[in-house]
Nanobody
Framework: QVQLVESGGGLVQAGGSLRLSCAAS????????MAWFRQAPGKEREFVTA????????DYLDSVKDRFTISRDNAKNTVYLQMNSLKPEDTAVYYC?????????????????WGQGTQVTVSS
């Protein structure tokens, strides 16, 4: 079982940057595909990005490509989301998620473990 704790959210002006972190418990972090999802008020949870177990493959929501970067440090049991050129429409609660296996799915129901979320607010 994996426990996930996100941090790094906050309030930032449009065009600014934030770096989210997700720390995982357990010794098998490197066996999980990791992902970030987000959920804005009144909207469904949305896939943002995912990274393979060793970090060699990534996938992104089209609207965040070239602005967001996912990375992981398996030695530290941590996955990161670097967010640059933030826009007001990026405002949401951001969730870290983990799933066993190798495929980079983008469907929330296919992820087994979730963090509590961290709020990101981008002001215009």
């Amino acid at each position: 079982q994996v426990q996930l704790v996100e941090s790094g959210g906050g309030l930032v002006q449009a065009g600014g940057s934030l770096r989210l972190s997700c720390a995982a418990s357990g010794r098998t972090f490197s066996s999980y595909v990791m992902a970030w999802f987000r959920q804005a008020p009144g909207k469904e949870r949305e896939f943002v990005t995912a990274i393979s177990r060793r970090g060699g493959m990534t996938d992104y929501l089209d609207s965040v490509k070239d602005r967001f970067t996912i990375s992981r440090d398996n030695a530290k049991n941590t996955v990161y989301l670097q967010m640059n050129s933030l826009k007001p429409e990026d405002t949401a609660v951001y969730y870290c998620a983990a799933r066993s296996g190798t495929i980079l799915y983008s469907v929330p129901n296919l992820f087994n473990y979730w963090g509590q979320g961290t709020q990101v607010t981008v002001s215009s």
